[in-house]
């Protein structure tokens, strides 16, 4: 007997460009992953998790995220989200969950003001959540980043906090930082722990012709962990 | 009514953009300290209350055109 596919949706929005490589890295992983418009209201019937996928939504004016933090779609990421549903934000994804106050800091320009597009070494925090389940606790990662804004803030008291509540899953190696994010941050958890947003893109590294292999560890995990959500019946 | 939103980074918020154009300043020979870059917005109201409008852009600011936790924002209502 086959396992289970998890339904988990990736959302587009006009802009959007990493949504077919979600989709088919969600797949190849054992997932069906319909691709959502940003019009719909509702997400598609049994989602067990949802993908925000990289791209500039809208044309990423203002700040990145900025609109479509306020799409249909969005509403109702945050309705499932609120309701314990796994989300994970890639690159625009995660710059769009900040935004949307679901995710704590800020993604400003890189430091070096230009658009940084290459492999980056990174350290896995965490191990214990559903979207790093598949890796082990100071595993280092090679992923792939290309991004403009991806230079995650937060203030020194925010910091501390996320520090001691360990929401800081998952972090660029030492002297790998592409972006001049504080404290080296990659990738950030909500304080419950269903919503992640990381910089680096896991579905460019699902194919070891292509460089790595490690970006299957982290989309990997989610599917592990969405497809449990069905057995227990989440 | 026209209006117009100041948005600035925070302090302490690295802004490499201000800071190119603080060093190339500094190449063309001014003697100039910090420079920091923001963004303003112009906004045209159909109120002509300058109290009205004022509330309007706080609420514009506040969901879409700052991020606090990054961004300042200064509103100026043109005199009627």
């Known amino acids: ?234 | 009514m026209r209006a117009t939103v100041l948005v600035r980074p925070k302090p302490g918020i690295l802004d490499p953009q201000g800071q190119a154009v603080e060093s190339s300043l500094r190449h063309l020979g001014f003697d100039v300290g910090e420079a920091r870059i923001g963004r303003l917005v112009d906004v045209e109201l159909s109120t002509d209350d300058a109290d009205e409008a004022r509330a309007q852009l706080e609420r514009m600011c506040e969901q879409l055109l700052t991020n606090p936790l990054i961004e300042s924002y200064q509103i100026e209502v043109e005199a009627a």
Not at chain 1, 18 to 35: N, V, Y
Not at chain 1, 89 to 97: D, H, M, R, V
């Open chain 1, 1 to 234: 007997m086959s396992e289970p596919r998890p339904v988990i949706p990736v959302v587009v929005w006009p802009g959007s460009n990493d949504d077919r490589d979600a989709q088919l890295a969600l797949e190849r992983l054992g997932a069906d992953a319909p691709r959502v418009w940003h019009t719909d209201e509702s997400l598609p019937r049994g989602t067990a998790a949802v993908v925000l996928p990289g791209g500039f939504s809208y044309g990423d004016y203002l700040r990145c995220g900025a609109i479509a933090r306020f799409s249909p779609a969005l509403r109702a990421v945050e309705a499932f989200a609120a309701g314990g549903g796994l989300v994970l934000g890639i690159c625009n994804g995660f710059q769009i969950l900040t935004e949307a106050g679901l995710l704590p800091g800020a993604l400003r320009p890189n430091e070096s003001l230009s658009f940084v597009c290459r492999d980056v070494a990174l350290v896995v925090e965490r191990a214990d959540t559903p979207f790093t389940s598949r890796c082990n606790p100071g595993h280092e990662l090679t992923i792939p980043v290309k991004h403009g804004d991806g230079c995650w803030f937060a203030d020194d008291e925010l910091l501390a906090h996320l520090e001691s509540t360990q929401q800081l899953a998952l972090r660029y190696a030492d002297g790998a930082n592409p972006n001049g994010a504080v404290a080296n941050v990659a990738g950030v958890l909500n304080a419950d722990g269903n919503v992640f947003g990381l910089m680096p893109h896991p579905e460019h590294a699902v194919e070891p012709l292509l460089g790595s292999a490690d970006g299957a560890l982290i989309l990997g995990s989610l599917v592990d962990a969405a497809r449990l959500s069905l057995a227990v019946g989440v």
